[in-house]
C-alpha cells in the first residue's frame, strides 16, 4: 500500500482527467488529493459534491405539462369526437358540439393528471431503490447514496456489488469483474493494481472498475476517479435515451379488447343509422345519437383505470416492504403457482447465534445467549470453557481471523440485538460473538497475526482461507473442509461427520474449521493447493430463528393453491428441518442436494418436482435448472435470492425477486422485485395484492360491458319498437362521463374483500371477459335495459310530455348505474354489508356523480345544454327505488351463490 497522501481539502480536483488507468495507485490517490487510507473527509465530499454534482446520469428532461396534454388527443375515440362535434356544429347543434368538446376536455384533464401521478410514483419508487455503496470517509466505513459519490471517494467492493462509478483499483484480493454491459466481453475479467500503457483499450484497463459493471469475485479498494456524464458508461448514455418498458400481457390483452370493441362499435354505428332511416327518423339526430351511443360502448376510462389499478398496487406493495420495478411484476403475481424461497433472512431472522461446538477431542460445547450481545458462557455439561483452553483457542483463532465482519460495541443510541451490530455477514458476526463470549479479543489477535492473503469465499468452494504468518486458517461446509484434511486422521473425519449430520439434523447450520502449519502467504494456487495438508480444529453450530408471521404466510400459500419450495445453500438435514417447522415439507416430502441434483436427468427432475419440498446445498447456477424445470411443467415461479450469482435464475422466473437488505445490486437489478425487509411475508403479500389488482380491474371491466350494453339494447329496442329515441346524444356523453369519470377509476382502489389468497392462482391467459363476468353481465345489463325501457314506454303511453320523459329516462339510467357499481364490488359478498362504506373513494366518487346529476336536473342553463327538464322529489323517488332493482336481482344471485357453497 502507498504512504498516505496528505490532503488538502479547500483545493478542489484538478480539471483535467488524465489516463488513469496509466498512473499507479499512489500516483491517482495524489492528483485527486484524496487519501490512500482514510478517504475525503466530509466536509471535503460534500464541497466536490456541489462542484460536481450528483453521480448520475443526465435525466430527460421533464415532458412540458402542454405536450403531456396534447398527447391525450392522440387516440382515434378522440378522433371520433372530434368528427362528432363537427358534425354537431354542422347540424347547427351548438350546444351538442360544445358537451362533446367539454367531453374531450375533460378526459384529456384526467388523462394529464394520471400521466403526472405516474411519474411522480415511479420517481418515488425510483428513490426508494436506490443504490447504496460503500466508502471510508474520515478514516470510518460509511454508507451513502452512490448519487453522493464524489471524485476521491475510497469505494469498498465485495463480489455482487455493483460499481456505482468509474474508480482506480488501490489494492484487491482475487478481483474479477463482469464487464460485458461496457465491452462485450462474455466472462468476468480479472483485475489488478497495476498500471497499463496509456493507449490501453477500454478493454485492457485491468486497473479500472467502470460505472455500469459489477465484481463477480474477490473484493477491492477503489479510488473513486469519474461519476455521472463523466464516466465512460455516461459517454454513450445517449445511445438508450427514448427507451421504454415492453407492453405487459395485460396492457396487450387490453389493447385486443379495445380493438374488438372499436370494431364492435363502427358496426354499431351502422346499425343504429340503417335503423333510423329504416324508421325514416330525421337524419341528424340519427347520426348524433349513432355516434354517442358508438363512443357510449368503447370504455375509454379503461386504460386509465388499468393505470391507476397498477400504480395503486405498486404503492400499497411498496408500503408493506415490496418494491416493484418492473411493472408487469404486479399482473404476473397474481399467476404465481410456485415460490421457490432462500432460508436465511427470508423464512429465518438472519440473527445467527452460535448455539454449540464439537472439538476433535470428542467434547460437545454449549453456547449460552443468543442475538449480538457478547454475553454467555462456553459450556461443557456443567463447566465453563475458556478461551486459553488448548483445543479450543485455535478454533476460536479460526473464527476470528477467517472472518470479515465486524462487531461494533453499542452506541448512545442502541438499535437492535441490545445495541451490539455487526457490519458484514451475519454467519461471521456470530463467529466474533462466540470469540468475545469466550474472552477472546479479536481485536488484538488480528493486530498480531494481520492478513497476508486470502481465498474469499466462494459459492462452488463453499469454502474461504486465510493466510496470517505462516498458518492457513479455513473454514467452510464440512464435507468441503474435510476434503481439505489429512488423510492419516480419517477416524476423526468420520465421527466429525457423525456429529455434522446430528447438529445440522436439530436446523442447526454447521461450519467446519481447520488449519494448514507452515505455509507460504500465496492463494494462486487456490484450495487445490491445500489438498491434504489441514488439520480439523472442529465444528461450529448456529441457528437462525424461523420469523414468526412465515408460518402463516406458508399456509396462506397453500391454501392459496401455491406451493413453497426451500432452495438453501444449507445442509438438506438442516433446510428439511426448518421445512418442516414452518409447514414448508409435510410427510412424504423429499430434500435433494446438489450432487443429488447433478446427478439427475431433465425428466427425472421433472417428474420428481411433484415431491420435492427442499433444495439443498445447491449451486447458485442450479437455481436456474430449478427454475426451468417448473416452467416446462406449466408453473408460474417467483424465485428469491440474493447474490450475483443469482441473478440468471431471477432474470429467468416469472417473478424474480430480490433481497433489499442482503442483496446484491446485480440480484436487485435482475430482479422484479425488491424486498425491503428480506421477508418471505412480504413476499406473499405482495402476491395477495398482485391478485387483488388483477380482481379490481375484472370489477371495471364488469362494470363498464353492462353499463354500455345496457343502454346499447334500450337503443335498440326504442327504434325497433317505433319509439322516439329515449335518451339525447348529449345525454349519452354524459352517463358515459358520469360513469365513468366519476367512479369506474375509484373503483379500482376497492381493498382486498379477505378471500384472495383462498382462491386459485389466474391462469396466466386468462380472458378479461370470462364465463363468470359474461355471466353476470347476462343478468345485469337486460335487467337495467328492461327498467329503463320499460319507464320510457309506459311513461309514453300515459300520454307525457317526450321531453320530460327523456329527463327522466335519463335520471332512471344514471341511477342504475350508481346502483350498479355497487354489485361490482364483489361477486359474492353483499353489497349492503361492511363493503358499502370499504372505499371512500368509491363513496365520495358516488356523492359526486349524484351532485352533478342534480346539477344538470335543477340547474337551468345545464338544463338547456342537456335537453334535461327539472323533476320533482316525487318522481326522483320512485325511480331511484326503481333502479335499485338492478342492485337486488344481483344479491338474489349472490345469495343463491353463498347458499350453494354451504350446501356443497
Excluded at 165 to 190: F, I, K, M, N, Y
Excluded at 235 to 242: N, S, V
Excluded at 804 to 819: G, K, N, P
Aim: glycine share 8%; charged share 20%.
Amino acid at each position: 500500500m502507498p504512504a498516505p497522501t496528505p490532503i488538502r481539502p479547500d483545493h478542489p480536483p484538478p480539471s483535467d482527467s488524465p489516463a488513469w488507468h496509466a498512473l499507479a495507485p499512489d500516483q491517482a490517490v495524489r492528483h485527486l488529493e484524496s487519501h490512500a487510507e482514510r478517504g475525503l473527509p466530509a466536509d471535503a465530499a460534500a464541497r466536490r459534491l456541489a462542484e460536481h454534482g450528483p453521480n448520475a446520469l443526465p435525466e430527460a428532461p421533464p415532458r412540458p405539462l402542454w405536450r403531456t396534454f396534447a398527447r391525450q388527443f392522440a387516440s382515434p375515440l378522440i378522433a371520433i369526437l372530434f368528427v362528432a362535434a363537427a358534425l354537431a356544429v354542422a347540424l347547427g347543434h351548438r350546444g351538442d358540439a360544445g358537451v362533446i368538446l367539454a367531453v374531450v376536455l375533460v378526459n384529456a384533464l384526467i388523462g394529464t393528471l394520471q400521466e403526472g401521478r405516474a411519474e411522480r410514483s415511479m420517481a418515488a419508487l425510483r428513490r426508494l431503490s436506490a443504490l447504496q455503496v460503500r466508502v471510508l470517509r474520515d478514516g470510518a466505513e460509511q454508507v451513502v447514496a452512490a448519487r453522493e459519490l464524489v471524485p476521491g471517494d475510497l469505494m469498498l467492493l465485495a463480489a455482487g456489488d455493483a460499481v456505482a462509478a468509474d474508480a482506480r483499483v488501490l489494492d484487491h484480493a482475487l478481483l474479477q469483474a463482469a464487464e460485458a454491459a461496457l465491452t462485450g466481453e462474455s466472462v468476468p475479467v480479472a483485475k489488478s493494481a497495476a498500471a497499463v500503457p496509456a493507449e490501453a483499450g477500454l478493454a485492457d484497463r485491468s486497473g479500472m472498475l467502470h460505472a455500469g459493471t459489477h465484481v463477480t469475485a474477490g473484493r477491492a479498494r477503489a479510488l473513486v476517479v469519474a461519476t455521472g456524464s463523466r464516466t465512460e458508461v455516461g459517454r454513450i448514455a445517449g445511445l438508450t435515451e427514448g427507451a421504454e418498458e415492453p407492453k405487459t400481457p395485460l396492457e396487450r390483452r387490453l389493447e385486443r379488447f379495445g380493438r374488438l370493441l372499436v370494431a364492435a362499435s363502427l358496426g354499431l354505428f351502422v346499425l343504429v343509422v340503417l335503423l333510423g332511416w329504416w324508421r325514416a327518423l330525421p337524419l341528424p339526430e340519427v347520426l348524433m345519437v349513432a355516434i354517442s351511443q358508438m363512443v357510449s360502448m368503447v370504455p375509454e376510462g379503461l386504460p386509465v383505470a388499468m393505470t391507476i389499478a397498477l400504480a395503486v398496487g405498486m404503492q400499497r406493495m411498496a408500503g408493506r416492504g415490496a418494491i416493484i420495478r418492473r411493472l408487469s411484476a404486479v399482473e404476473t403475481l397474481g399467476s404465481v403457482t410456485v415460490i421457490c424461497t432462500d432460508k436465511t433472512g427470508t423464512l429465518t431472522r438472519n440473527e445467527m447465534t452460535v448455539v454449540g461446538l464439537w472439538l476433535p477431542d470428542g467434547r460437545e460445547v454449549s453456547v449460552e445467549g443468543i442475538g449480538y450481545r457478547p454475553e454467555g458462557r462456553l459450556r461443557v455439561g456443567e463447566s465453563t470453557i475458556v478461551a486459553d483452553d488448548t483445543v479450543l483457542a485455535p478454533l476460536l483463532d479460526a473464527a476470528v481471523l477467517c472472518n470479515d465482519a465486524e462487531l461494533v460495541a453499542p452506541q448512545p443510541q442502541a438499535g437492535d440485538h441490545g445495541g451490539w451490530t455487526v457490519l458484514g455477514d451475519p454467519t461471521e458476526g456470530a463467529l466474533r460473538v462466540l470469540a468475545a463470549k469466550a474472552g477472546r479479543d479479536g481485536a488484538a489477535l488480528r493486530a498480531a497475526a494481520p492478513r497476508h492473503a486470502e481465498l474469499p469465499f466462494d459459492a462452488d468452494t463453499q469454502m474461504m482461507a486465510t493466510w496470517n504468518g505462516a498458518q492457513v486458517w479455513i473454514k467452510g461446509a464440512p464435507e468441503a473442509v474435510l476434503r481439505l484434511c489429512r488423510p492419516e486422521d480419517e477416524a476423526l473425519h468420520a465421527r466429525a461427520r457423525t456429529q455434522a449430520e446430528a447438529m445440522a439434523a436439530r436446523a442447526w447450520r454447521v461450519l467446519a474449521f481447520a488449519v494448514v502449519e507452515a505455509a507460504a502467504p500465496d492463494a494462486s494456487g487456490g484450495f487445490a493447493a491445500l489438498q491434504g495438508r489441514a488439520r480439523l480444529l472442529g465444528l461450529v453450530a448456529q441457528i437462525d430463528p424461523p420469523r414468526e408471521e412465515v408460518r402463516e404466510a406458508v399456509a396462506q400459500c397453500r391454501r392459496a393453491g401455491i406451493r413453497t419450495v426451500m432452495v438453501t445453500g444449507d445442509h438438506r438435514l438442516t433446510g428439511l428441518a426448518i421445512a418442516r417447522d414452518l409447514g414448508i415439507a409435510r410427510d412424504g416430502d423429499l430434500a435433494i442436494d446438489g450432487r443429488e441434483l447433478e446427478g439427475m436427468d431433465a425428466a427425472a427432475l421433472r417428474d420428481a418436482l411433484d415431491r420435492v419440498a427442499v433444495f439443498a446445498r445447491v449451486q447458485p447456477a442450479q437455481k436456474l435448472r430449478i427454475v426451468e424445470a417448473l416452467q416446462t411443467r406449466g408453473e408460474v415461479v417467483a424465485m428469491t435470492g440474493d447474490g450475483v450469482n443469482d441473478a440468471p435464475a431471477l432474470a429467468r422466473a416469472d417473478v424474480g425477486v430480490a433481497m433489499g437488505i442482503t442483496g446484491t445490486e446485480v440480484a436487485k437489478s435482475a430482479a422484479r422485485i425488491v424486498l425491503t425487509d428480506d421477508n418471505f411475508a412480504t413476499l406473499v403479500g405482495a402476491v395477495e395484492q398482485g391478485r387483488v389488482v388483477h380482481a379490481n380491474l375484472k370489477k371495471v371491466i364488469l362494470y363498464l360491458f353492462s353499463t354500455s350494453m345496457a343502454a346499447l339494447v334500450v337503443l335498440l329496442l326504442a327504434l325497433l319498437a317505433g319509439l322516439p329515441m329515449p335518451l339525447a346524444a348529449v345525454q349519452i356523453l354524459w352517463i358515459n362521463i358520469v360513469t365513468e369519470g366519476t367512479v369506474t377509476v375509484n373503483l379500482v382502489m376497492d381493498p382486498p374483500d379477505g378471500h384472495e389468497m383462498r382462491r386459485r392462482p389466474v391462469p396466466r391467459d386468462a380472458a378479461l371477459l370470462d364465463r363468470a363476468l359474461l355471466g353476470r353481465v347476462a343478468l345485469m345489463a337486460p335487467t337495467i335495459a328492461a327498467l329503463t325501457f320499460g319507464w320510457f314506454a309506459w311513461r309514453l303511453a300515459e300520454g307525457a310530455p317526450e321531453a320530460l320523459v327523456r329527463s327522466e329516462t335519463f335520471t332512471l339510467l344514471a341511477m342504475c348505474c350508481w346502483f350498479n357499481v355497487l354489485n361490482c364490488q364483489s361477486a359474492t359478498a353483499s353489497a349492503l354489508g361492511p363493503r358499502l362504506l370499504a372505499n371512500r373513494w368509491l363513496a365520495g366518487g358516488l356523492a359526486l356523480s349524484i351532485a352533478l346529476q342534480i346539477a344538470v336536473l335543477q340547474v337551468p342553463a345545464l338544463g338547456a345544454l342537456f335537453h334535461a327538464q327539472p323533476l320533482r322529489a316525487s318522481t326522483l323517488l320512485p325511480l331511484a327505488v326503481l333502479a335499485s332493482t338492478v342492485l337486488w336481482a344481483e344479491e338474489l344471485r349472490k345469495l343463491r351463490v353463498r347458499a350453494a357453497r354451504l350446501t356443497a
